[in-house]
Nanobody, 115 residues
Framework: QVQLVESGGGLVQPGGSLRLSCAAS????????MGWYRQAPGKQREVVAT???????NYVDSVKGRFTISRDNAKNTVYLQMNSLKPEDTAVYYC?????????WGQGTQVTVSS
């Protein structure tokens, strides 16, 4: 199994920044892919950014140029740096990991963008 623990969410004003962290219980080298998703109230969960290995990165169009997914192998942690935040970025953010043919999810962290 893989346990995932997200942190770093909070309340931020429009235009501000946050960095989310997702700490995995296994070495990132053993995990095929990881990603960040989000779910706003009344909406379906959507993909935000994904990372296959360490160099194949994908982003949903709405966050391109503002969000960056990265990893620290020594800490078994994947990050989501979020800049120029907008009210429509408000959601619960989840990370996931695809390991041993199964998808694992963290518990989520709330991000609220409001003045």
């Amino acid at each position: 199994q893989v346990q995932l623990v997200e942190s770093g969410g909070g309340l931020v004003q429009p235009g501000g920044s946050l960095r989310l962290s997702c700490a995995a219980s296994r070495s990132l080298f053993s995990i095929a892919s990881m990603g960040w998703y989000r779910q706003a109230p009344g909406k379906q969960r959507e993909v935000v950014a994904t990372m296959v290995g360490s160099d194949i990165l994908n982003y949903v169009d709405s966050v391109k140029g503002r969000f960056t997914i990265s990893r620290d192998n020594a800490k078994n942690t994947v990050y989501l740096q979020m800049n120029s935040l907008k009210p429509e970025d408000t959601a619960v953010y989840y990370c996931n990991a695809f390991w041993a043919q199964r998808l694992y999810w963290g518990q989520g962290t709330q991000v609220t963008v409001s003045s």
